[in-house]
């Protein structure tokens, strides 16, 4: 009740949320005070009030993945992860605004409108996931779920001065997450510290044979990590710090948290040293390709027969224009580029050229990582090169809204687990600034001793 009370008073200036389900979360509640009074609470997490991305199906709820076109859909099924999250007893506040189909950095790209950063409200929460980080930095939720796909955990979690976790793709099932780019796709924890994170992690984590690239491995033990992290010493850790991330376009202020940050773990005891990653340079123009590639194929579904929305159905016209005149009008300005762009890469005569290129880039940087991971435990960078920017800053600058991912998309294409941790206020403008621990596919749980041990 202290949660939706929260809700009531500041979300019509954060707007974090899409749907409060009230009625949902207080019958939620009512089920865990029974369990805790006949001594049997379903998980240490059981009663935390929590908030979800719309991209994530909820039985009954709406679910809009901040789309016109799936405006009024009721999924006929919970996700994996809603599903877990609700045998673990934790009580889900609603649905989170994210920009439309998860494309995006700043959650502008919604059809329901922007979600502000609560520590200045004139400035974006980052995105896709802003309105998940936002409701936990603005005390609306305890906890919250994102999902990355090249960042929109990471970027929102730095710039709202919250944990913000992509655990090794494979590692959390994708079923009923709603497709933007399947190989790269990955829910995780939104939380305040990194403990919060990783016993959310652990609730939300583990093999599911609803979904086909799901890992059947052990969840790492990053509750155990956290833990031995909080102990504060790093004697024995050894981190790199990558070479090709700084300078030009990185604010002087983010740069100089990062120089302190690298301080901090070598006072803690890690073993600090440089590392060179040559083709992560080349990961956001991979990304750029891959990612609208794999959109343009999910995103066909939306054909105005199946889902939510359909318009000039009038009994004159065929369904292709139908389909047609229901695309137009349901789906945003970025998504339609996106869809274009991969549409083209994807083309015959264009392939090799475009996508399978982007593959083979994919490949190179997987190896970067590998070798980095040979000499090192994690590897470090800012998790963004600046804190939060003004709303409206860079919509009409589709290449600086990309620029927001530089330092987060290589563990995408990798597969990695990366966390962003954070690494207090930037002293040019006093606003929230992330450190990125980046540590190889189901060593998850490096990352937690990292970061518990950092914050
Ligand atoms: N900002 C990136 C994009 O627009 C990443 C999005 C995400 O991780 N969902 O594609």
């Known amino acids: 009740r202290a949660h939706l ?3 009531a008073e500041v979300d019509e200036h954060v707007h974090a949320f899409l749907h409060v389900d009230t009625e949902g979360a207080l ?16 998980s240490p997490l059981a009663g935390v009030p929590l908030a979800l991305k719309d991209v994530l199906t909820t039985k009954g709820i709406p679910t809009t993945c901040g789309s016109r076109t799936l405006e009024g859909w009721l999924p006929p099924y919970d996700a994996t992860v809603t599903r877990k999250l609700r045998e673990a007893g934790l009580v889900v506040l609603g649905k989170t605004n994210m920009d439309e189909f998860a494309m995006g950095s700043s959650t502008e790209n919604s059809a329901f409108g922007v979600t502000h950063n609560p520590w200045d409200h004139a400035r974006i929460p980052g995105g896709s996931g802003g309105g998940s980080s936002a409701s936990i930095a603005a005390f609306e939720a305890a906890l919250a779920i994102g999902t990355d796909t090249g960042g929109s955990i ?30 790269l796709d990955q829910a995780g924890p939104c939380a305040r510290t990194v403990l919060d994170a990783a ?11 609803l979904d ?12 155990a990590a956290a833990r031995q992290g909080l102990n504060g010493d790093l004697k024995g850790v050894r981190v790199g710090v990558v070479k090709e991330f700084g300078g030009d376009g990185y604010q002087p202020g983010v740069l100089r948290s990062f120089e302190a940050a690298v301080e901090q773990l070598r006072a803690l005891g890690a073993e600090v040293v440089e590392v060179s990653c040559p083709h992560f340079t080349y990961a956001l123009p991979a990304y750029y390709l891959i990612a609208p590639s794999e959109c343009s194929s999910n995103l066909a579904r939306f054909d105005a027969m199946r889902y939510g929305l359909r318009v000039a159905d009038d009994g004159t016209r065929s369904a292709e224009e139908v389909m047609a005149l229901t695309r137009e009008k349901g789906f945003g300005a970025e998504v339609k580029r996106r869809v274009i762009l991969g549409t083209y890469a994807l083309s015959s005569g264009y392939y090799d050229a475009y996508y399978g290129s982007a593959q083979k880039v994919r490949t190179l940087i997987t190896r970067d990582f590998d070798n980095a991971f040979e000499k090192v435990d994690v590897l470090v960078s800012p998790t963004t090169p600046t804190t939060a920017f003004k709303i409206g800053e860079r919509v009409d600058d589709p290449m600086a809204m990309y620029l927001s991912d530089i330092c987060s998309i290589p563990s995408n294409l990798a597969g990695n687990a990366a966390m962003s941790v954070p690494s207090g206020l930037s002293d040019e403008d006093g606003l929230p600034v992330g450190l990125q621990i980046m540590a190889p596919a189901l060593a998850d749980d490096r990352l937690y001793r990292v970061g518990a041990a950092y914050e």
């Open 212 to 223: 086909s690239t799901s890992i059947d491995a052990p969840v790492p033990p990053v509750v």
């Open 154 to 183: 990471r970027q929102p979690g730095a710039v709202t001065g919250t944990v913000g976790v992509k655990p090794t793709y494979g590692g959390v099932s994708r079923y009923g997450l709603v497709a933007f780019s399947s190989s």
């Open 199 to 209: 016993l959310l992690h652990e609730v939300i984590a583990g093999h599911d044979p």
């Open 27 to 42: 019958a939620a509640a009512d089920r865990v005070d029974e369990d805790i009074a006949k001594g049997t609470p379903a």
């Open 5 to 7: 009370d929260r809700i």
